[in-house]
C-alpha cells in the first residue's frame, strides 16, 4: 500500500549542462525537503547534449537522442515502478515529445505531471493550425494535471480548454544566498546573467548601455552566460558596436563565479522579448539586485512596476536606457527597489515554501486515486 511508503515519483527532467529555466527548477526541486518524504528518481531528457549542435546534425541527434530517452523512460517505468510521473516540459516541438511520454506513462497506469516552462506557450498555441491546436489541448488532457509556474501560464491552459481542475500552478522556487555582502568598488556595474540568447533582449541592452556609455564613462556591463547558437552574433555583434571595449562578455560561469558576479552587481537587467516566471529574475532578487524587466508573460507575477523593480517595454532601446538610467541616477531607488526585491523572494518564492506545496500536490494525486 502506497500510504505504508514513499510515494514514488520519476521526474523526467533535463541536467546540466545545459543551463535554463527547466535545469534550475530540477536542481532546486531534488536538493529541497520534497524527498525527505518522497523518494524519487530522475531520467535524463538532454541525454546527447543536443543543444551544442545545429543543423542537420541537430535533427540527428534529436532522434537519437529521443529514442535513447524513451527506451530508459521505459525501463525505469517497468522496474522501478513510479506511482508519478513528473515531465519538464517547454512549448514547441518538444512539447509533443514530452506528450509521447506522458502518454506511455498512461499506458502502464502511471499517474503524470507535465510541468510546462517558458513564456511562448500561449504564442505558440495561437500561431498553430487548427488541428494541431487540438492535439495539444488532447494531448494535454490526458494527463492528471498541468503544472504551471505562473499565473499567466495558467491562464494560457484555460484559454486553450483544459479544465481548472487540470490546471495547478505551484510558483517556481530558488535558494535564498547565503551571505550577499556587496563586493566594494568605485563604479556602477550592470549585470546581465542568462543564456545568451537574442530573444533575452541582449542586443537591446548592449545598444542601451552604449548609449548610457557615453554619459556615464566609469559604468560597466557584463554579460554572464552560457553559450548558445546566437554566441556567435552577439559577439560579432559586440566587436562592431563596442569599439572601445567596455562592455565585458564573461560567458559561461560556475555557481560560485555566479555568487560572485551577483554580489558585484549594482543593477540586474533583463530585457526579455517572452519569459515565464523568470529564474535569472527571482535569483537577481534574491540578492538584493533593482531589476530592469520587461513587462512580458510572467513577469509582473514577480515585479510589481516601482515597488520591487521596474518594468519595461519589450523590444524598446529607449525604455530599457531609461529604466536604467533612473536607477544609475538614484541609489536610494537602487536600495529601496532592491530591499523590496529580496524581501519578496524571502516570503514568497523560496523552495522551503515550494516543498510544502509539492508534497501536497503529490499526495492529492495519490488520494484522490485511492477514492475513486
Known sequence: MIDKRKIKVLHVAPLPPPMGGMVSYIQGLLGSDVFKTIDYKVVRLNILNKEEYSGIVRII????????????????????????????????????????????GKLLGRKTIVHVHGGNMRDW?????????????KSASINDRIMTGSPQMKETWQIIGLPDEKITYVGNAVNLPSEITKIPKDNLSILFLTRVVLEKGIIELI??????????????LRIVGADTKDTVFVKKYLEE??????IKYIGSVTDEQKHQEYLYADIFAFPTYIEDQSYAIM??????LPCVASNVGGVPSLIQDGVNGLLIKPKDVNSLKEGLNSLILDGE????????????????????????????????????????
Open 125 to 137: 498555441y495561437h500561431q498553430s493550425s487548427s488541428p494541431i491546436q487540438k492535439l495539444i489541448r
Open 333 to 372: 531607488k537602487r536600495y529601496f527597489l532592491g530591499r523590496n526585491a529580496h524581501e519578496t523572494i524571502e516570503n514568497g518564492f523560496t523552495w522551503e515554501v515550494r516543498s510544502k506545496e509539492i508534497v501536497e500536490l503529490y499526495k492529492s494525486i495519490i488520494q484522490k486515486t485511492n477514492h475513486s
Open 283 to 288: 535569483e537577481a532578487m534574491s540578492y538584493g
Open 61 to 104: 541527434v534529436n532522434y537519437l537522442n529521443s529514442f535513447l530517452l524513451t527506451i530508459n523512460y521505459l525501463f525505469m517505468l517497468i522496474f522501478w515502478s513510479p506511482d508519478i510521473v513528473h515531465i519538464q516540459s517547454n512549448s514547441g516541438l518538444g512539447f509533443f515529445e514530452k506528450m509521447w511520454l506522458a502518454f506511455l
Open 241 to 246: 558596436k563596442d569599439e572601445k571595449k567596455i
Open 207 to 220: 545598444d542601451a548601455f552604449i548609449l548610457l556609455s557615453k554619459e556615464y564613462p566609469d559604468l560597466e
